[in-house]
């Protein structure tokens, strides 16, 4: 099973909106996805404080920016 990061932190609004954009289209049989809070980890902050919501591929390290719609999460999703 491919493992799907959301960066994100709470009380980010977008982070929210993200989340209810990506659980619908993301297929649970073949994908986790984890909401990461990058508040908890000095380097995440550094890497993702000013771009977030982004949705990290584990394995491969792809990561899809906001802002993202169905289209372009299925596009991303088909491409790992």
Same mark, same amino acid.
């Given at each position: 099973m491919r493992e799907l990061e959301l960066m994100g932190t709470l009380g980010c609004h977008l982070c929210d909106v993200a989340a209810a954009v990506l659980m619908p289209v993301v297929d649970p049989e073949q994908f986790a &996805?984890?909401? &990461?809070?990058?508040a908890d980890d000095d380097e995440l902050m550094d890497k993702y404080a000013v771009r977030i919501p982004v949705l990290v591929d584990v394995e491969s390290q792809q990561e899809l920016e906001w802002p993202f719609d169905e289209q372009a999460l299925k596009a991303f999703l088909e491409g790992l």
């Amino acid at each position: 099973m491919r493992e799907l990061e959301l960066m994100g932190t709470l009380g980010c609004h977008l982070c929210d909106v993200a989340a209810a954009v990506l659980m619908p289209v993301v297929d649970p049989e073949q994908f986790a &996805v984890y909401q &990461v809070d990058i508040a908890d980890d000095d380097e995440l902050m550094d890497k993702y404080a000013v771009r977030i919501p982004v949705l990290v591929d584990v394995e491969s390290q792809q990561e899809l920016e906001w802002p993202f719609d169905e289209q372009a999460l299925k596009a991303f999703l088909e491409g790992l």
